[in-house]
């Protein structure tokens, strides 16, 4: 077995949906699976294109957004290695819900559909994992539309970069750094807001000592601070 079959096997395996596998579904899965390169900017599938199946990142991001009447987008995620998406697509067939753009030189291992659905209806266990990573995502979507309506920009902008820090920091100096760069017209199109609105917000609490902001990259180094900001 080659080291980048090996590697994308590691990938799948640590994934929720898939860790229960046994090593011939794995098998089977694999031989199912292939590998897409994108580079920076390219469109890996738009809102409305059909929902052929699954995929997770094995090198680079992708980020996941819809584009409003108007021409402003609206980031709901960022997708980096090692985590799966599309999983709806899994259950339903149906159009993609978002757009998926990457944003950097990216490789992406992709399961159709055709070929994962034997492994749902001989396997209930793993069609309940499914349902509860798609439960998860409901969740994670409700809770930020209840963000937008009930907490300011302020408020949702640290509860944002906390979490992040939560899911991808990594020890550096005196807090935790986000292990991705995340430039600000990325962070003001998750936010629903202007680049400005958070250069602005982002000096301010640079400036209390909160957060080190360098080219896109952002390191949290008082997160009782932010966490304060949206728990009150």
């Excluded at 492994?119 to 793993?126: N, R, Y």
């Amino acid at each position: 077995m080659t080291d980048a079959v090996t590697d994308r096997r590691a990938l799948l395996r640590e994934h929720f949906l898939l860790k229960a596998l046994s090593e011939d579904e794995m098998d089977k899965l694999m031989r199912f699976s292939n590998v897409q390169t994108f580079k920076s900017g390219d469109v890996i599938f738009r809102k409305g294109d059909p929902g052929e199946g699954m995929m997770a990142v094995l090198k680079g991001q992708i980020r996941i957004g819809v584009m409003s009447a108007e021409g402003k987008e609206l980031i709901h995620n960022i997708i980096n290695p090692g985590q799966v998406f599309g999983e709806i697509a899994l259950l339903d067939g149906k159009e993609r819900s978002a757009d998926a753009v990457a944003i950097a030189p990216t490789d992406v291992l992709v399961v159709l559909r055709r070929d994962f659905l034997p492994f749902l209806e001989a396997d209930a266990p793993l069609c309940i994992r499914l349902m509860t990573v798609l439960c998860d995502k409901l969740r994670q979507t409700s809770e930020l539309a209840e963000d937008f309506m009930f907490l300011e920009l302020r408020q949702r902008l640290a509860k944002r970069l906390v979490r992040l820090a939560q899911l991808y920091g990594r020890p550096w100096r005196s807090g935790v750094i986000i292990n991705f760069r995340l430039p600000q017209r990325e962070l003001a199109a998750m936010m629903g807001t202007s680049r400005e609105s958070i250069n602005k917000q982002l000096r301010e609490w640079a400036e209390a000592g909160w957060l080190e902001v360098d080219r896109g990259n952002i390191a949290v180094l008082n997160m009782d601070a932010l966490t304060r900001e949206y728990e009150v």
